[in-house]
């Protein structure tokens, strides 16, 4: 088991719009010369908002993180149940350039 788990980014499909960019809660991934990459990777708490705003299906979270009893990432409390807020009341891309 990986010691950190990030999503899964597919370039091939990726059309480098900055959706997941721009809607990542921790700024664990911007936007670079060769795409989306994870520049603060230990920011990312794997809450798939980047998963649930990509219009091409090109990044995903392909794991099932649990963490141990007791153990939680340090920003996935408040900002958890935020997200968890934002992403169900809006199905649809909120943040998509053309
Ligand atoms: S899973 Fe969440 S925190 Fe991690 S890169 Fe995607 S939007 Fe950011
Ligand atoms: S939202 Fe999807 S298509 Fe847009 S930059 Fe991120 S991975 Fe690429």
């Given at each position: 088991?990986?010691?950190?788990?990030?999503?899964?980014?597919?370039?091939?499909?990726?059309?480098?719009?900055?959706?997941?960019?721009?809607?990542?809660?921790?700024?664990?991934?911007?936007?670079?010369?060769?795409?989306?990459?994870?520049?603060?990777?230990?920011?990312?708490?794997?809450c798939?908002?980047?998963?649930?705003?990509?219009?091409?299906?090109?990044?995903?979270?392909?794991?099932?993180?649990?963490?141990?009893?007791?153990?939680?990432?340090?920003?996935?409390?408040?900002?958890?149940?935020?997200i968890?807020?934002?992403?169900?009341?809006?199905?649809?891309?909120?943040?998509?350039?053309?």
């Open positions: 088991m990986a010691e950190w788990a990030l999503p899964h980014i597919n370039l091939e499909l990726c059309t480098r719009c900055g959706a997941c960019v721009e809607q990542c809660p921790g700024h664990a991934v911007a936007m670079t010369a060769d795409g989306p990459s994870f520049v603060q990777p230990f920011n990312c708490t794997y798939a908002t980047c998963e649930g705003v990509c219009p091409q299906g090109a990044i995903a979270c392909t794991y099932v993180v649990t963490w141990a009893p007791g153990k939680q990432h340090p920003l996935s409390t408040a900002e958890s149940a935020e968890k807020k934002r992403t169900s009341a809006s199905s649809a891309p909120s943040a998509v350039r053309p």
